[in-house]
């Protein structure tokens, strides 16, 4: 929709009215029959035309009714893309620029608040029902809903234009390979090495850039954990669903403003540590904490895994030696590369394309390190096709390289009892190992 919204000024007048009228308690007894609401709201509306505070036509009073039950019961506009379970992000640009992301493409819908006030209620109620306020002192709010979507809310005068609401919502449910596969995210063939990868508990890097799919590439990997051992999840929000018995969720809390409370991704990892964790899952390595999780991977617990911002498997290797050196300044260079590469064996790049289409684009494997240099080979590669679909979609296809013949997966295979399988795979996959 590309047309300017516009409501009727009276429809914000009349909303302020209702919410005064309102008999809370009646309303609170009647939510769970949403139609009772909307009849005790389409009362008091009629009640404020015949006394001639406002007017408004019929169909008007039904449409408004229904939007400030909608506001009562739930998210108001909020609601049908909320349950909508094609849309991936929620985007609020004030009360009538409202944004969803489906299919990896950004799309103006035709919702709309019926006010800034409606808006900022709304928001403020959505961030109260998770213990936090949201006012001139705190005009910043980052957090999770009861569902699991993550919230973030900026209000005046940080934004100039109005509120803004963004919700990352949670998936419905875990995606499998199968579906990456149909969607084209990756091949048969990366799949199958992949889930060998996590079952031999080789340590793995998924990066990518916002919305690129990291998380749900995490969602997927953590599939393939045995169900014996205990994993341990660090979040900032909690996205991970993992299908084990034996996993211990923990998440990070910004604190008071005098910063007590506070619990850093760092706090949480070296609590984690003393946990005997077979496996360590980190939601998103985005600082200090880099040290210890290398220290984590280094120290027995194989298999451990986590997300990072980067657009190749090369920047995330300069992002992780940044991160190390955030928090260890006095390690040289030299030797915080030889931690990392004797760490991280796997880097799973993800991008989402102009096109709106998500792609492993490389699966590479940390080698060694050679003078002073951290060596990577790509085992898996896309390759994109100068020409596109008839839908103007970008082509490509997924490139084999081999696997190099010192790879540590080779070496974990054997003790996982799936040398066979990994070596059938890479012969079927169309390349002779290295």
Not at 157 to 175: E, H, M, Q, W, Y
Not at 226 to 254: G, K, S
Not at 303 to 308: A, D, E, F, Q, R
Request: glycine share 6%; with cysteine.
């Amino acid at each position: 929709m590309n047309k300017k919204i516009k409501v009727p000024l009276e429809w914000a007048k009349i909303r302020d009215l209702v919410f005064q009228a309102l008999d809370l308690e009646l309303i609170e007894n009647l939510k769970q029959d949403p139609h009772k609401v909307n009849r005790e709201i389409l009362s008091i509306i009629r009640n404020i035309i015949s006394i001639g505070n406002a007017y408004i036509s019929l169909d008007e009073s039904n449409a408004l009714a229904s939007m400030i039950c909608d506001e009562i019961i739930g998210y108001g506009p909020l609601d049908s893309l909320m349950n909508d379970h094609s849309i991936n992000d929620i985007l609020v640009n004030g009360p009538f620029n409202i944004y969803v992301e489906k299919e990896g493409s950004l799309i103006k819908t035709n919702k709309f608040f019926i006010s800034d006030r409606q808006l900022l209620d709304i928001a403020r109620r959505l961030v109260n029902k998770i213990g936090k306020n949201l006012d001139e002192a705190h005009p910043l709010v980052d957090s999770r809903l009861p569902d699991g979507s993550r919230l973030n809310v900026v209000i005046p005068p940080i934004t100039i234009d109005g509120v803004s609401l963004s919700i990352r919502k949670f998936g419905a449910g875990n995606r499998t390979f199968s579906e990456l596969i149909n969607f084209g995210t990756l091949d048969e063939s990366m799949a199958n090495f992949l889930v060998i990868a996590a079952r031999c508990r080789m340590n793995i890097i998924v990066s990518g850039g916002t919305g690129a799919g990291k998380t749900t590439m995490l969602n997927v990997l953590s599939q393939f954990i045995n169900d014996n051992e205990r994993t341990i999840t660090l979040e900032d929000a909690a996205e991970l669903r993992l299908q084990q018995d034996h996993v211990v969720r923990m998440e990070t809390r910004a604190g008071g403003e005098d910063g007590r409370g506070k619990v850093t991704m760092r706090n949480l990892l070296i609590n984690a540590l003393r946990m005997r964790p077979d496996r360590i899952i980190l939601g998103e390595c985005r600082g200090e904490e880099a040290f210890e999780m290398l220290q984590a991977m280094n120290t027995g617990h194989n298999g451990s895994m986590s997300t990072l911002h980067a657009n190749t498997a090369r920047d995330a290797l300069s992002r992780l030696e940044s991160m190390v050196l955030m928090a260890q300044s006095e390690l040289p260079l030299n030797a915080i590369r030889r931690y990392i590469s004797s760490s991280i064996n796997f880097i799973i790049q993800i991008s989402r394309l102009p096109d709106g289409q998500r792609k492993v684009t490389s699966i590479t494997e940390v080698v060694g390190i050679e003078s002073d240099q951290i060596v990577t080979h790509d085992i898996f590669k896309f390759k994109i096709h100068e020409e596109r679909d008839t839908n103007s979609k970008i082509q490509g296809s997924f490139v084999f390289n081999g696997l190099v013949r010192r790879s540590a997966l080779y070496d974990a295979a054997q003790y996982y009892k799936l040398a066979e399988i990994l070596e059938d795979l890479m012969m079927k996959a169309g390349g002779v190992t290295k």
